[in-house]
């Protein structure tokens, strides 16, 4: 289908209208889509995706349709306050994002979004995991991820890219896969019809793709600055990230609209609190927000990575009590755990501590039996790597867990939820 340059908003409108198309009719369709932790990274790649390649053209024929798709089903996008905050910046509204609630149900979506009429790429992540990963894992044909390369994608995928490299926001990947074409399109003869501006009036072409090109860009600009926080954290920031910053905020200021008030750091500090504001939601909502979960030899691990330091997570649950007790933290984990049939549960926090700076802290929690082994072979494996300093311990019969400051600041889930996976399949069964 032919894609007319045209706003991120309209651009949406045409993709959830074609993903409608594609399910009643069993139309071919390419869905982009980014892991299930559904951050903003992989929220803004997926989108930003789908859009660039819907509107430039590859190096022979037409460009394609791409649809991005939430990993979340709707309700969840009220979990993620930073994504709210940024949405104006683009001009789009929560309606306007797809979901998984869009999709065919589960339990039947393989008769009616046939997998051979389906083309998925990946963004910020590499392998499709869960219920669509069984069905789809097959019709995966492009990546851009920054994550571990876990093998499953062919070497050669063709048109399509397959760029796996260390960067701090998958965003930043995205970007300077796209620009040159993006580029193109600024200065190339790319004018259309859709130069009709809301309101009637009707600006000049330049003016108005300038604009749209500022609102996407601020879209990929919040990731790749709240991932690397402004540029500023040299353990995550990459040549990949200070290139599409530039590059980015060059097309901000080529909007005389956008750019004339544009300040890079104001802007990080306003999508920054809002994505540590965590005061609207529950204990379970917290968890949920940026979750990830992997099969690993028969077990199932959780992770929840948590901008606020676990005291704040107590002090959520346990309201008027003792908010230094771990007990309540320990129950309401356990009770978050059973009902995703988890095996080894763990939070991971990163926050800003007032006497030490940037801090992490880790909670492992072994759900049940089986998750024992794994836990005390992950300790004596990962323990001293990650400079692990004990808070709470409970091995008492029924329980093992553990919360610990995590002194290793430099690892985050990326890198510690590998040695837990590590740990789960060296285990016999
Ligand atoms: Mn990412």
Redesign the pocket.
């Given at each position: 289908m032919a894609v007319p340059r045209n706003s991120l908003r309209a651009f949406l409108t045409q993709a959830r209208a074609s993903l409608e198309k594609a399910i009643n009719h069993h139309e071919k369709i390419t869905l982009v889509i980014g892991?299930e932790s559904a951050?903003l990274?992989?929220i803004t790649?997926s989108i930003v995706y789908a859009y660039l390649k819907s509107i430039t053209h590859p190096a022979q024929g037409p460009a394609t349709l791409h649809v991005p798709l939430l990993n979340i089903p709707k309700a969840d996008i009220n979990l993620r306050p930073e994504l709210l905050a940024l949405l104006p910046h683009a001009n789009i509204e929560q309606r306007h994002l797809i979901t998984l609630d869009d999709l065919p149900s589960l339990t039947n979506i393989k008769d009616i979004l046939l997998p051979a009429t389906t083309r998925w790429i990946l963004v910020?992540h590499n392998v499709l995991q869960g219920k669509l990963g069984a069905i789809y894992a097959d019709r995966v044909v492009g990546v851009v991820d920054?994550?571990a390369d876990e093998g499953k994608i062919p070497n050669d995928t063709g048109s399509e890219p397959r760029i796996i490299t260390t960067s701090g926001?998958?965003?930043s990947l995205v970007i300077n896969h796209c620009r040159e074409a993006w580029d193109r399109l600024s200065t190339g003869t790319s004018s259309t019809g859709a130069a009709q501006a809301q309101g009637d009036t009707l600006m000049e072409d330049e003016a108005l793709s300038s604009l749209w090109d500022a609102q996407v860009a601020q879209l990929a600009l919040a990731?790749v600055i709240i991932?690397t926080i402004n540029l500023q954290d040299e353990h995550k920031t990459t040549e990949h990230d200070q290139h599409a910053v530039t590059h980015l905020e060059a097309k901000i200021h080529l909007c005389a609209k956008i750019g004339s008030q544009f300040d890079r750091t104001e802007f990080f500090n306003k999508i920054n609190d809002a994505k540590k504001d965590l005061s609207p939601l529950t204990f379970e909502e917290i968890l949920r927000k940026d979750y990830k979960q992997w099969s690993e030899n028969g077990m199932i691990l959780g992770t929840s990575a948590v901008v606020q330091p676990i005291s704040f997570l107590k002090g959520k649950i346990n309201k008027n009590s003792d908010s230094k007790d771990y007990r309540a933290l320990l129950e309401a984990s356990k009770l978050f755990a059973r009902e995703r049939g988890l095996c080894v549960f763990s939070i991971m926090t990163a926050y800003e501590s007032e006497h030490d700076g940037f801090a992490r802290e880790l909670a492992v929690l072994a759900v049940d039996e089986r998750g024992l082994g794994p836990c005390k072979k992950f300790l004596e494996s990962s323990g001293r790597k990650l400079q692990l300093d004990e808070v709470d311990t409970d091995e008492s019969d029924e329980h093992w867990f553990h919360t610990w400051k995590q002194g290793n600041i430099s690892s985050s889930r990326k890198q510690v939820a590998p040695l837990l996976r590590e740990a789960m399949s060296a285990i016999s069964r």
């Open positions: 892991n951050d990274d992989s790649s910020d920054h994550h926001s998958c965003t990731s991932d």
